[in-house]
């Protein structure tokens, strides 16, 4: 499970960002402060930094979010950080980036958006689960392999990144055209029965039942939601 470290002095912002990720299965907490960052990220070693640009901002300039980033990398924090910005000017973003900024993302942004950046940035660092348990069957997204009591099965890319998609986002309906936008690239209205065709190769490799399902659930005309419970 990755463990996040918010950093945003909105009390109202921070709890609903700790809130929506712990529900997405991550470990979430959060900080109002530089030196509440310091001390969660030495108790609590993040495998992300999520931070405010704006953290506090006022006269004095050393503890905004720039400032809690150099703070942090002059420990031994050497993961991701994603900054959260309402600023979009290329001078802001370069100064981001000499501190070690991973990505940004531009206020206002959906939950649904930073989880995804989060992810995909927890996937390059390497601090991304890969390992999962549903019962009698382990996933194992490193080696693309679904393991059974009584053998395996090999996923394609495609279905690696789309049960991956599922996993990262389970207990949540995702339409059609986020999958394709998500995992292929589309245009969310393109007319394909590309996601329906791997959702069904996943179920087989699965060994799941569309009208029982253990894991991937189909809501009709919406999309399709993962509901396997670990164990």
């Known amino acids: 499970m990755a463990r996040i470290l918010f950093v945003e002095d909105e009390t109202a912002v921070l709890e609903t960002l700790k809130r929506f990720f712990t529900k997405e299965g991550y470990q979430a907490y959060g900080a109002q402060s530089l030196s509440e960052a310091l001390e969660l990220s030495e108790r609590y070693p993040p495998d992300l930094v999520v931070l405010d640009v704006m953290l506090n901002e006022g006269p004095e300039p050393e503890s905004n979010g720039f400032a809690v980033c150099k703070a942090l990398r002059d420990t031994d924090y050497k993961g991701p950080v994603i900054f959260l910005t309402a600023r979009t000017t290329e001078e802001d973003k370069l ?117 029982n399902p253990r894991f991937i659930e189909t809501l009709h005309g919406v999309g399709y939601r993962f509901i396997g419970v670990e164990g």
């Open 95 to 211: 100064s981001g980036f000499e501190l070690g900024a991973d990505d940004y993302v531009t206020k206002p942004f959906s939950l649904k958006e930073l989880q995804a950046r989060a992810a995909a940035v927890l996937r390059r660092s390497g601090g991304a689960r890969s390992l999962y348990r549903f019962g009698d069957i382990e996933v194992d997204l490193d080696n693309y392999v679904i393991r059974h009591p009584d053998g395996e099965e090999r996923l394609s890319n495609k279905e690696q990144e789309l049960l991956r998609y599922l996993i990262e986002h389970r207990d949540t309906v995702l339409p059609r055209g986020e999958l394709l936008t998500g995992i292929w690239r589309y245009s969310p209205n393109v007319t394909t029965r590309t996601v329906d065709t791997h959702i069904l190769n996943v179920r087989k490799k699965l060994r799941d039942s569309a009208t």
